[in-house]
């Protein structure tokens, strides 16, 4: 095989093995349906010990994990979570775009540690193909989760944004100090 196969290789491996590692990772946050007017964070889902090590890089350092994509895939779709609920409260109650507004930005500046170290190890060498993924799968699942309250009534949409903010706002959406991104606060950034 060429070196340029075996490049390509080892992206698309990179690639199918980062979104099978979403799918499973994806399922650590989640919406309920507004008729449950609440947003809840579901405990962990486990890392597939099929995509035990995932080729990110093709200069021969080191890969990526699957428990950090997974980490990563977390950071990235509560991050998503929280700004689409921030979008969507403001255009149902443009009233109270600055609660929605306040609460999205004390969500970041409270996460603001893991968020930095998910933006360093997605920025390093040549994971762009990987953060890609996860980009689209995370803000996918975001569009698909948020659909029922975006369907609900009125009355649901505003009970469910006054629910969504005060989770924001309590911290129940925070990240430091989830055991589901240990992996990417131990990874050693060499």
């Known amino acids: 095989m060429t070196s ?6 080892r992206l698309l491996l990179a690639l199918l093995c980062s979104l099978a590692v979403v799918s499973v ?14 947003m809840v964070a579901s405990a962990p889902a486990p890392t597939p010990a099929s995509a035990a090590q995932l080729v990110s890089e093709v200069d ?30 403001a255009a149902t109650l443009p009233a109270s775009v600055a609660r929605f507004s306040s609460a999205a930005v004390g969500w970041q500046q409270r996460n603001a540690i893991v968020l930095a170290k998910s933006t360093h190890v997605l920025s390093m060498s040549d994971r762009s193909l990987i953060s890609s993924a996860l980009e689209g799968s ?13 369907n609900g009534s009125d009355a649901e ?13 309590s911290g129940l959406l925070d990240l430091r100090g ?13």
């Open 138 to 150: 995370t803000a996918r699942m975001t569009d698909e989760m948020m659909l029922p309250v975006k």
């Open 60 to 89: 021969g350092s080191e890969a990526l994990t699957s428990d950090v994509v997974g980490a990563l895939a977390n950071v990235m779709g509560m991050s998503h979570l929280v700004s689409a609920t921030r979008d969507f409260c």
């Open 25 to 38: 990772a994806m399922a650590t946050y989640s919406i309920v349906a507004p008729a449950h007017a609440a």
């Open 4 to 9: 340029i196969g075996h490049h390509n290789t």
């Open 157 to 169: 949409k505003i009970k469910w944004c006054d629910k969504a903010i005060e989770a924001v706002d």
């Open 178 to 190: 989830r055991a589901s991104v240990a992996p990417l606060m131990n990874y050693s950034l060499q």
